[in-house]
């Protein structure tokens, strides 16, 4: 017979898978594609990581710090999504071990809306300072690469284009306490995959599709053999006569 211990070590599985680590997420629309101009200053020169459809995922690590008076929601990270496709619905991801407490907020912006914030701007502005400062990298010259490599820059240097671009300001803040004043002092960068996922058809995520369609065949599959078993069912539970009339 069967008894609790026999479920033990699957049940200690499941809880692994479940723990190991955290997402955050970010649903939006594409907007309007904008004319992205050739000539300085242009997008290359901010020198963010790009994600785009088809480049949809970055594996990075990412500066966090404790919430206090000068930055109360923690550190923050901008990216460029690029090439996206107007009027189309994307979901955005951050996901990170448990092991790293951290609290992320994630927040897409049109051009538009962030060159005429000032918080926003200065925010983009500080973050580029920095990673240039300590060698992460340096800002591209429009000139210097028509090809283009869009893990960095668009790397659009040949003429005037429309593209719909956005944005993303990823907030990281840590959440944990620690009775270590050097870890309370200097938070490690955090770990993060992050993912562009885009809607299909603007009702389910594309990595979510072929569950869906698994889900579906189980399901019709599980109506089918449910339909079988109720009409054998039926028939036993028929008297002789019916049985025969079913039966012909």
């Known amino acids: 017979m069967w008894s609790v211990k026999h479920f033990t070590f699957p049940l200690a599985l499941l809880m692994a898978a479940v723990c190991e680590g955290n997402t955050e997420k970010s649903i939006f629309l594409a907007p309007a594609t904008v004319n992205i101009p050739a000539h300085q200053p242009t997008l290359e020169v901010l ?58 907020i994630l927040d897409v912006y049109p051009l538009e809306k962030v060159w005429e914030t000032p918080d926003l701007i200065a925010s983009l502005a500080s973050y580029v300072e920095s990673r240039a400062s300590i060698g992460t990298t340096e800002p591209v010259d429009a000139s210097s690469n028509a090809a283009g490599d869009k893990t960095r820059g668009r790397g659009r240097t040949t003429s005037e284009s429309e593209a719909s671009v956005m944005l993303l300001r990823v907030l990281a803040a840590a959440d944990y306490y620690s009775h270590n004043a050097v870890v309370m002092t200097h938070v490690d960068p955090v770990l993060v995959d992050i993912i562009l996922d885009p809607y299909l058809v603007n009702i389910v995520p594309q990595s979510l599709a072929p569950t869906v369609v698994y889900m579906t065949l189980v399901a019709g599959l599980a109506w089918a053999l449910a339909q079988r078993i109720r009409n054998h069912l039926l028939v036993l539970t028929s008297s002789p006569e019916q049985a025969v009339r079913k039966a012909m």
Do not use: K
């Not at 785009?52 to 000068?70: C, Q, V, Y």
């Open 47 to 104: 020198g963010l990581d790009v994600l785009t459809p088809t480049r949809s995922s970055i594996r990075s690590h990412l500066n966090a710090s404790f919430p206090d008076a000068g930055s109360a929601v923690g550190s923050a990270t901008w990216f460029l999504l690029d090439d996206l496709r107007p009027s189309q619905r994307y979901e955005l991801r951050v996901c990170w071990a448990a092991t790293q407490p951290t609290n992320f």
